[in-house]
């Protein structure tokens, strides 16, 4: 089977966009794309936008048409993908499935939000509605399930605090090293285990920040591929799975089985196991988030995740180095755009061209999630 | 190659369904759906929503995880596909290329929107923010789009201002036989004339309602659909296209380019010309809309599509029935299910069991299109 490739990938700046709306965070990373791959727009068969909630922050909908239009792509087809945090996800399997479909030869996927000019509780509520109405009606949002199952994690497995403060501290180290993130500056486990408390164990740096941005990437088949560059990666599985949608019928809170099933899936398609992935991008929307998918992917037996923490093999130096990039904690979250800044990262950890970031990979693994895990999307992705 | 089968369909009651929100309603329809074609809600693998705003009119998010957990699907993949007024057709297409990527040996569409509990206004202002902001913050929203170009096509073609009443008539007449049908009663030539203006020359009964609804697809290839059923029709074309996000920087507003760049496609690939359409979905939400379309596919001439609605062509015991089901007019257009509900439509047509409805027809055509033309998908189905 002829295999899909991404031959470029672009972002934005991430962080507080001032002036910006989402649709020219839209056609910024969009043309940045095009501008890096050599595509021409009229080239282009379909355009998917991975986004959550324009609507909501910014009362603009259509988004997708006017980035088609604003890039000079008409009469491409597009659509908006939302799966919630996990709209990047979503959207990278939309495009995959275009291009492994037939349907389209050339395939831009642009992921977005615009969050900042919101304040912070207007946009928790917005994110709050992509839970179950029993959950967020009741003031239990995202966060404060962090605080739960981190309480739950620590507890079970004898686990220490500062495993979940050294989540933050790699990641923001890593991000530093980010032209992009939204945050560069290191922090350390006192400045993680002072500051304030969120929801008990976390605290306000073990959660990741509201962000504006975008990022792009451009999709072919292989073969279409090898006629244009020398310069790409292939997308060799995907899966996508859901776990229930209210977190309290979950068989076991601390694991994530959208993240098990999803990556079953990516792994058996591209015929790899854990021990086969050299860099990986985790959803670190909180810290104990990236423990526990370290674990529910298979890199670490259950429990043993905060060990690997702990001991450096994640860090960058490390084993399996985890959000190279500076994961969602440093790099910021806007909502639609994590899950292809993920692939954006692990696309330049393959390529070679991670600057002071780099790596020795040649298969990364991504996962994106949605909610508590309510949805969970894996893509593995390796170098020719 | 192994075509994509839709082995069953179903749809909600359209209309006003006080008491009922975006997530019942799509239960409703997923359910009956299931229970239709009898497959195991364990068995589906990709779940796909068509819905373009149940944040904006709801406040409700995630309503594609909290359906997959409703019905028993877990851990089914799932996303939200919007596409304006046509994410039912977007949805149509995301399906499709679940199936034909191999990725998903069964999936469910399910296409649903609750509107009728927001003011008209409020409903109309969430619709507007799908049009560029240039538009709609001068107060250019779509039935006034409506109005303008209704009133250029008359001019242009010398077309009589009836032909667009006859549409209405016509479609409501449709909608008697159809159960599900929001409006189920005939209305004649001098109520159309005579309701109130709405954009000139265009009146009240010219617009589809406001409707709360929701319908369900199911699909798997032929290959699959073989052993489960002998119930089923297949695709065998569907394409996508756009338009200009700004109405006025169309070369030409009579004619709508993303209806013409949609069917080609769709044609080509079902190796089909417009001649070989037995019968037809259109998107009437305008009158003047249905009359566009039927040219922009190619079934009557540039300018002459009126003429066929005066002399009974597009009647439903015309030579080429349109809206058999009564369109988005009598139906009613509940945004995400109304391109889901084209097929539904087409599926009974083409499988004999429309009831009072039922036209001769071996080939059908959907097209479901988003903003005034911004966006059109089309679909053609064939019996087996």
Known sequence: MDRVAIIGVSMTQFGVREGSWIRDLLSEAAMDCIETTGIVPKN???VYVSNMASGEFEGQTGIMNALVHDIGAIPAYTARIDQTSASGGAGIYAAWQSIASGQSDMTL???GEKMTHTSTSMATEIISTLTHPVEYKHGVTLPSFAGLIAQLYLHKYNASRESLAKV????HKNGVDN??????????????????????????YDFCPITDGSAALMFCSESRAKKITQD???????????????????????????????????????????NDIDVAELHDMFTILEILQSEDLGFFN???????????????????????????????HP???????????LYHQLMGTAGKRQVD?????????????NCAITTILESI
Chains 1, 2 share one sequence.
């Not at 933050?168 to 990641?171: I, L, P, R, T, W």
């Not at 860090?315 to 190279?324: F, M, S």
């Not at 909502?335 to 990262?345: F, I, M, P, W, Y």
């Open 44 to 46: 282009i068969d379909h």
């Open 109 to 111: 996927l642009v992921g």
């Open 168 to 171: 933050a501290v790699k990641n």
């Open 179 to 204: 032209p992009h993130a939204h945050f560069r500056k290191e922090v350390d486990i006192e400045a993680v285990l002072n500051s304030p408390i969120v929801a008990d164990p976390l605290r306000l």
């Open 232 to 274: 790409y990666v292939v997308i060799t599985g995907i899966g996508g799975a859901t776990d229930t949608h209210v977190v309290h019928e979950r068989r076991e809170p601390t694991t994530l089985d959208a993240v098990v099933n999803s990556s079953n899936k990516a792994y058996e398609m591209a015929n790899k196991t854990p």
């Open 302 to 332: 259950k429990g043993e995740g905060w060990k690997a923490v702990e001991q450096g093999v994640t860090d960058i130096d490390g084993e399996l180095p985890i959000n190279t990039s500076g994961g969602l904690k440093s790099k910021g």
């Open 335 to 345: 909502l639609g755009a994590s899950g292809v800044a993920q692939v954006h990262e």
């Open 361 to 373: 990979a040649k298969t990364g693994l991504a996962c994106n999630i949605g909610g508590f895990g």
